[in-house]
């Protein structure tokens, strides 16, 4: 296997609206990352994933951008920006910085261009087709609800845009297209980012024609994504851009990949095909789901286990894996997964186990270090756009308010993106000013500054799990063996790798739960590297407790 150093890192994500507002606007800015920056170094991670900062209308927080090469004005200058990677790489931190090429902001200069005319420069860079008898072009619904075509009187035709209205979609065809992104991708290279996390990058090429996509009786809208994920060109032009621009530097790249399976990751993240590093798979994030995303479903262990397992054998020798339990786009992990009330912090440290302790680069999203939780907003609290889009089309189509708010405190994206709640003070010490979003009402009893001061917190066991991949090479590296497969609480595998081998137990729900490790272990012999309990017997039998993690060098 070989050996690199964003397989040994881990990430931490920014989500910079909601990180840290240092200037009293209610909106999180660079100066407030930089403020923060000794806060990340201490956690111990080395890499920053940074959502995107560029010039923006904000109509998806910052997913829509007017101009790549330039900051969003509430997030601060170029020279701000210069400053974050300078104290960045004092600390030997890297940034991977988001990028946004599926789609740019209508407010773009190419789109401003392109919606002029038809015989426009720019006309190409974006996907125009006329009406097909009165109607938009095909039936594709939008990942924020209505259909993905929006008509554009100037022209008398319609444009795609997979996402809001405001984020039309580029036309990856066009090969000026491509050389602009690659241009701009260079741009940032040469100021000495170290990677990039690619927003939705296997939506970057459409089956040709654009077809219909298939659409259920009681659908609005028919399903275009088979026809845009993982498209025919897709390969081709992600070749292309190792080629012209990512062979050219020492980074890391990892591509959010919906709808990807293990096979066809492979194609995306195999060494050989000169692609991408790593790429985010949605399988898991998908396990509570059913029709759709807001369709709650309950999930089970050995299905968890079972995605974890299938990706780890397809990428352990070709490619490698992130690892991660939620983001800006997904609710918080502990009150998905564990028990954000009574066993807030042990369900919390549990699963930080299982994530830095799996094969795999491990991604933090800001907030999950002190085990901050989902909220339950009024509707009109909320800022998402995909809320407040689905909110109104069900809401139009006669589903009923209590069912639209329980999906909404389950899976909506703001549970992810309130402000960072760094201690007791009003607006969690976020902002002096008047937030974006609301603050988390728990940020009284969650929060950084008393996480800091408490030896047994959330984030001093993600320090000491972050300490532990450092000195044990296994961790990264080894290969996994997985025990108990049938069993729905626990969760337990080995590692080994060279002459180290680990033994990690978990026990995914808050009922005792009893484990016998094999005879072949002796647990009696064993170092326990870390736990999320005390741990007084020694032997090969034990009950764990409600969320109780071990990890033990055998
Ligand atoms: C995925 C991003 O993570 C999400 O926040 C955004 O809304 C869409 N892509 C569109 O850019």
Redesign the pocket.
């Known amino acids: 296997m070989n050996k690199k150093w964003w397989k040994e890192g881990v990430v931490y994500q920014i989500y910079p609206r909601s990180f840290k507002d240092s200037n009293g606007d209610g909106i999180g800015d660079i100066r407030g990352i930089i403020e923060k920056l000794d806060y990340i170094k201490n956690l111990g991670t080395n890499i920053i994933w940074l959502g995107p900062i560029y010039k923006s209308p904000n109509d998806?927080?910052g997913?829509?951008i007017c101009d790549y090469r330039d900051i969003m004005n509430e997030f601060g200058t170029m020279a701000d920006f210069d400053e974050l990677l300078k104290e960045m790489h004092k600390r030997d931190i890297k940034l991977v910085m988001d990028l946004?090429v599926?789609?740019s902001s209508d407010e773009h200069k190419w789109f401003v261009e392109s919606r002029k005319s038809k015989d426009n420069p720019y006309r190409d860079y974006y996907i125009w087709r006329k009406a097909k008898e009165g109607n938009p072009p095909n039936n594709w619904g939008s990942?924020f609800s209505g259909s993905v075509w929006k008509y554009d009187e100037t022209t008398d035709e319609y444009f795609l845009h997979l996402?809001s209205k405001k984020?039309p979609d580029l036309n990856w065809e066009n090969k000026k297209v491509r050389n602009e992104v690659y241009d701009m991708m260079k741009f940032w290279f040469d100021k000495g980012i170290d990677g990039f996390r690619m927003?939705?990058i296997n939506l970057i090429s459409k089956v040709p024609g654009l077809p219909d996509g298939t659409k259920g009786e009681n659908d609005l809208y028919g399903n275009g994504f088979p026809l845009t994920a993982n498209g025919p060109r897709v390969h081709e032009y992600l070749q292309e851009m190792n080629r012209e621009v990512l062979s050219k530097y020492d980074i890391m790249t990892v591509g959010?990949t919906p709808g990807v399976d293990p096979e066809t990751a492979k194609l995306y993240v195999n060494e050989d095909r000169k692609e991408l590093n790593m790429l985010f798979q949605f399988e898991l994030m998908d396990i509570d789901s059913g029709n759709g995303k807001w369709d709650i479903r309950p999930w089970k262990l050995t299905t968890f286990k079972n995605i974890m397992y299938k990706w780890y054998e397809a990428l352990k020798e070709q490619g490698w894996n992130s690892l991660f339990l939620n983001?800006?786009?997904q609710p918080r992990l502990v009150s998905r997964f564990g028990n954000d009330k009574e066993y807030r912090v042990e369900s919390a440290k549990m699963l930080a186990t299982f994530l830095h302790t799996w094969q795999g680069t491990p991604y933090i999203y800001q907030g999950e270090e002190i085990g901050m939780t989902n909220v339950q907003f009024d509707i009109s609290d909320y800022k998402d756009i995909?809320i407040i889009n689905m909110f109104k089309e069900k809401t139009e189509q006669g589903v009923p308010k209590e069912e639209l708010m329980k999906s909404i405190y389950a899976k909506g994206?703001d549970n992810a993106r309130t402000p960072i709640q760094w201690d007791a003070s009003e607006n969690a010490g976020f902002t002096t000013g008047a937030p974006w979003l609301r603050v988390n009402p728990n940020y009284k009893e969650i929060n950084v500054e008393s996480a800091l001061k408490d030896k047994d917190s959330i984030f001093y066991y993600y320090q000491k799990l972050i300490k532990l991949r450092k000195e044990h090479e296994v961790i990264v590296y080894g290969d996994i063996n997985m025990m108990l497969e049938e069993d729905e609480k626990i969760f337990a595998y080995t590692r080994k790798f060279e002459n180290e081998s680990l033994l990690v137990v978990l026990n995914f729900f808050d009922k005792e739960a009893a484990f016998t490790a094999p005879k072949k272990f002796d647990v009696n012999n064993a170092k326990l590297l870390i736990s999320n309990y005390e741990i007084h017997e020694l032997n090969n039998n034990f009950i764990l407790r409600p969320y109780e993690a071990r990890v033990y060098k055998i």
């Open positions: 998806d927080n997913y829509d946004v599926n789609h990942f996402f984020q927003d939705v959010e983001n800006h786009d995909e994206r």
